[in-house]
């Protein structure tokens, strides 16, 4: 009977690596006012996919949209506040 033996190191992850960091944690944090708009917008969407969107559902995708440009707009600004020495705009 032939043994059978691994030829590579293992591709499990290492403990250091199971959880964020806390840049990665600040990121998330920074980034979440356009995820939840994000989400908003997919829900809204999700919502006409078996049906014929009512001017309802068309008032509430547009304002999701809206929510997601003007996150999208906040989270450009403050990195480029923080960009600028002195934090000058």
């Not at 920074?30 to 919502?47: G, R, S, Y």
């Amino acid at each position: 009977m032939k043994t059978i033996a691994a030829l590579q190191a293992l591709v499990t992850a290492t403990p250091s690596d199971a959880e964020p960091s806390d840049a990665e944690l600040d990121a998330i944090d920074t980034e979440m006012p356009l995820i939840l708009a994000d989400v908003a917008l997919l829900d809204a969407e999700i919502m006409t996919i078996d049906r014929t969107p009512n001017e309802l559902d068309e008032q509430r995708i547009r304002r999701a949209r809206r929510r997601v440009l003007a996150a999208r707009r906040d989270l450009a600004n403050r990195a480029a506040t923080l960009a600028l020495p002195g934090g000058a705009a």
